[in-house]
């Protein structure tokens, strides 16, 4: 879900939300699944809790920054945003007692900006204190998900603690080789999602990078929006993001069915839905 925390029925939005998301569970076995938003991206971590009560599906969410968290912390120090993220880490997120399970950073079109470097700094350095794992928003058209890695190794990170995102949305294998290489994993976590690149050239990405051995360093995700109420609409509109065939059921329905088509096996749909998720947090 994206929002402005208070504008919508919470009782009402939760209840519908959650039964889908319990159907769901029930007929794939889904168990977790993380809301990535970040606070400029109005994240609400007591939906998020109300949600996974209804479902039974446990949630997990992030700190972090995405690219255009302005001007509320552009004037900013690096250590006054790194106090923010790490007492989020800490103490919970806004008196909640809810801890985030990850760190999200972002960089858009515009590339690695000056003020984006300072965020990515800032999020390494909070990956680097508490070892959570840091996401990333990416423009793969600028190749953006290198330059992320290029600030996070210099401020000292793992790379392989990172997931560089959205790289589903590019066809050039060169360009995901070359972050595969350095260690991070890749998310081709927008399936689904044909406005940004087709399901198959997705298809096409995925299977030729397990051929090419990487299937431990992919994660394979939607990005999906179950209702999405931001400054595109007005106050009191709620949009639902979905039609028959786009939810949270698309990899499921489409992806797994392809891969096994392909030749892949369970083992390698778990290693891709269980085992390289769980081992981004057991790192």
Known sequence: ??????????????????????????????????????????????????????????????????????????????????????????????????????????????????????????????????????????????????????????????????VIGHCGDSNEIEYLEKILKRGSYIGLDRFGQDKHNTFENRMAVLIELLKRGYIRQIIISHDHICYENNDKYDRKARVEMEDETIDLRYIHRFVIPRLKGAGFSDRDVEQLLVENPKDIFEK
């Open 1 to 162: 879900m994206m929002g402005i925390p208070g504008w919508l029925d919470f009782e009402a939005v939760c209840r519908e939300v959650g039964e889908k998301l319990r159907v769901i569970s029930q007929q794939y076995g889904i168990h977790t699944i993380g809301d990535l938003s970040t606070w400029g991206l109005g994240r609400d971590v007591n939906i998020m809790r109300r949600i996974s009560e209804i479902s039974g599906v446990h949630i997990f969410c992030a700190t972090g920054f995405y690219a255009d968290d302005k001007p509320f912390f552009r004037g900013a120090s690096d250590e006054t945003m790194l106090e923010y993220l790490m007492g989020e880490i800490h103490d919970g997120i806004r008196g909640t007692g809810i801890r985030p399970a990850v760190i999200k950073c972002a960089t858009t079109e515009k590339g690695v900006t000056p003020h984006n470097e300072r965020q990515l700094w800032v999020c390494a350095k909070a990956q680097m204190a508490s070892g959570l794992p840091l996401f990333t928003h990416t423009y793969p058209h600028n190749e953006s998900g290198l330059k992320q890695q290029d600030v996070f190794e210099k401020a000292g990170v793992d790379l392989r603690h990172v």
